[in-house]
């Protein structure tokens, strides 16, 4: 970078929001898979916490010497399900609470991979997993969980789907925090660094660290300063800002793999907004042009803007990963929250505009009294989305109990506050009950 640059991205962090949203550390546990589940947890925690000993210190230095906030230092993990296979233990919530057990001592703002891969049909343990997810997620503080149900290559479990529908809905009765740490995927990638749904795939290295880059405000920024102009101008614009903010989270990952001696991994061009003035995705697509988030012209403005976010990002650095995109997630999103409370945001579009995003149904309150098949009709919506057009999508929807649509429900914290959202009324049950497995399409077929 040039001195001009350097001044650009420290203004950017002092009066624009922009931050490294998340170092994240990537540890495999399959050298960790015994039989015997007492010694299987106690080789998990000792690895994490011998690996990750020195993550939060490093991020802090890193803070320091370069004035870059990181506003998350966090773990991914091999997907518990692979793990825990080896054991006959009928209960696996004690592997939930190890790795909280690790995420407290490290004092990690967050740990993934309370997960399991299901996409074409269930393997041992499985099944045993999902249904732990409530009780596990409602125990534990810091865990993380996912599971994937489907993929472009190998369609939709369905099965899998009326689970997950269900999960969400026991999940909201024991404790509705849970269901904010619970994503459900469609071709779920391996090297996410972001929460809730990250998790360490089987073809990454034994340890690593991935950055997850953050910057709406600092793109909404750039856009009032052309004003009037040309699409092609906006996404130019986009485009060299998206090039430098990924610089910056090239210049983390790098900096904080060689002082812990491990792997550096991707950035993750992803714009994760939060509920904060000045650091929302909405705001940049009103800024692009729509009056309000929501309204006709949202989808193709989200279009271009994922897709010039991308185009500059490559540019920067070399190794790019993650979900890489835009976020829409209502809660963690001031402008997302004003369009729903305007009336001008509803799930359908949210729907719609998840085509073109980095991701999908994110952080959306519904009702408490929403039938598990709706839920699980909604899942199987966001993964034929993303089975179809061969990206990720995802679900993370919150049932509040008691809560009716026009309410609001707080989160605390990076997830904001959201009003609760209504579903259409009119029944699925007969789909989801029918369960299988949704085919392939037929361009999944490369070979």
Known sequence: MNSQQIYETSHMISNENLDVRTITMGISLLDCIDSDSTVACQKIYDKITTKAKDLVKVGQQIEAEYGIPIANKRVTVTPISLIVAASQDHDYVKYAKTLDRAAKTLGIDFIGGYSALVQKGYQTGDRTLIASLPEALAETDFVCASVNVGSTRSGINMDAV????????????????????????????????????????????????????????????????????????????????????????????????????????????????????????????????????????TTAALAMLNDAVKKGGIMACSHVGGLSGAFIPVSEDAGMIKAVNAGTLNISKLE????????????????????????????????????????????????????????????????????????????????????????????????
């Open 162 to 297: 009326a689970q997950m529908g269900e999960v969400v809905v026991a999940g909201s009765k024991l404790d509705m925090m849970t269901n904010a740490k619970l994503v459900i995927f469609c071709n779920a990638v391996e090297d996410n660094p972001f929460m809730a749904g990250g998790f360490h795939g089987v073809g990454e290295p034994d340890v690593v660290i991935n950055v997850g880059v953050s910057g709406p405000g600092v793109i909404k920024t750039a856009l009032e300063k052309v004003k009037g102009e040309s699409m092609d101008v906006v996404a130019e614009t986009i485009k060299k800002t998206a090039f430098k903010v990924t610089r910056m989270g090239q210049l983390v990952g790098t900096v904080a793999a060689e002082r812990l001696g491990v792997q550096f991994g991707i950035v993750d061009l992803s714009l994760a907004p939060t509920a904060a003035a000045g650091d929302s995705v909405a705001e940049v697509l009103e800024e692009i042009g729509v009056a309000q988030v929501g309204t006709h012209g």
């Open 352 to 447: 719609a505009m998840t085509a073109v995003c980095s991701v999908g149904l994110d952080m959306i309150a519904i009702p408490g009294d929403t039938p598990k098949e709706t839920i699980s009709a909604m899942i199987a919506d966001e993964a034929a989305i993303g089975m179809i057009n061969n990206k990720t999508t995802a679900v993370r929807v919150i049932p509040a109990p008691g809560k009716k649509v026009g309410d609001t429900v707080e989160f605390g914290g990076l997830l904001g506050y959201a009003p609760v959202m209504a579903v259409n009324k009119a029944t699925s049950t007969a789909m989801i009950n029918r369960g299988g497995l949704i085919p392939a399409p037929i361009h999944s077929f490369k070979n």
